[in-house]
Nanobody, 122 residues
């Protein structure tokens, strides 16, 4: 089972980016697709998650109202639409998959992508 995050880049404050998380591999079964980020010198933190089957979502306070998580079940791709980006959003963003719905609990996630860098300049 593999996850691959993409879509990062360098943008200015206020811009938008959409990250994608492609999933592949046999036997892949997930309840939750989560997004986490790690800024330089900081610990990895939860950003957002979506329940793969029913589509319920959950966001950290820092991104609620600016970021939107979604998924395309037919294509097995998850998305993180990021609007109104701020310099403090600069981080490596990871997607991860979990078999249970504990969206903000990093320890629940069994599979992780390699990360994609988002840099927001001021």
């Amino acid at each position: 089972v593999q996850l691959q995050a993409s879509g990062g880049g360098l943008v200015q404050t206020g811009a938008s980016l959409r990250l994608s998380c492609a999933t592949s591999g046999s036997g892949f079964s997930t309840d939750t697709l989560g997004w986490f980020r790690q800024a330089p010198g900081k610990e990895r933190e939860f950003v957002a998650a979506i329940s793969w089957i029913v589509g319920r979502t959950y966001y950290s306070d820092s991104v609620r109202g600016r970021f939107t998580v979604s998924r395309d079940k037919d294509k097995n791709i998850g998305y993180l639409q990021m609007n109104s980006l701020k310099p403090e959003d600069t981080a490596v963003y990871y997607c991860a998959a979990a078999s249970r719905w504990y969206p903000a609990n990093e320890n629940e996630y069994d599979y992780w992508g390699q990360g994609t860098l988002v840099t927001v300049s001021s």
